[in-house]
Every structure is written in structure tokens, then in C-alpha cells.
């Protein structure tokens, strides 16, 4: 099989994956956060939004980091970056809520 079909299929489990995590399943966490911390639904309803709406401008920086140092590099690196994202999303106040898939 070529080489290029197996990163291929790497990078559509991890879209899989992300997208089930940070953008489907985000409404069954909604009721679990207003009875842990007391928030409005249209609070965290702006932290999910402020999250989605990073992803417009950060979009065309992961194509130039692609360009330059290749889709495997990018894909390790945000992998990394996703895994520290849900280690450190101890999130206490809503705005921590909508910045922890980027640390």
C-alpha cells in the first residue's frame, strides 16, 4: 500500500476524533458545567463560541506550518498540543473554559 494512504488514514481518525471531542459532544457537558460551577448556559455557550471562532484565524497559520514543515510535524505537534489542552481544561471560570483547547 502506498505510504501516502496510511497518513491519510492517520489524519482521518485524529479529524474523527477532534471533531467528536471539541465540537459534537460539547452539548452533553453543557448541564454537568452549569451544576458543577453555577454557569449560565449562555455562558458557556460564549466559551464554545470564542473556542469555534479561533479556529477561522488560526486556520491559514496551520497551512503556512503544513507548507513549511510537512502534515506529520503539524499533526504530532497538535496532537501534543490537544492532549496538554484536556490535561490543563481544569477550567473554574468561563473563560478558561474557552481558551483550553489552545494551551
Request: hydrophobic share 55%.
Amino acid at each position: 500500500m502506498f505510504y501516502g494512504w496510511w497518513i491519510v488514514a492517520a489524519n482521518a481518525v485524529i479529524t474523527f476524533y477532534v471533531a467528536g471531542t471539541f465540537f459534537y459532544s460539547f452539548g452533553a457537558f453543557i448541564n454537568p458545567l452549569k451544576n458543577a460551577f453555577g454557569w449560565s448556559t449562555a455562558q458557556i455557550a460564549l466559551a464554545f463560541s470564542i473556542r469555534s471562532a479561533e479556529a477561522g484565524p488560526i486556520a491559514p497559520v496551520a497551512g503556512y506550518f503544513v507548507d513549511r514543515f510537512g502534515a506529520r510535524a503539524v499533526t504530532i505537534f497538535g496532537v501534543s498540543v490537544t492532549e496538554l489542552g484536556f490535561f490543563s481544561s481544569a477550567a473554574s471560570i468561563p473563560w478558561q473554559l474557552s481558551t483550553a483547547p489552545i494551551w
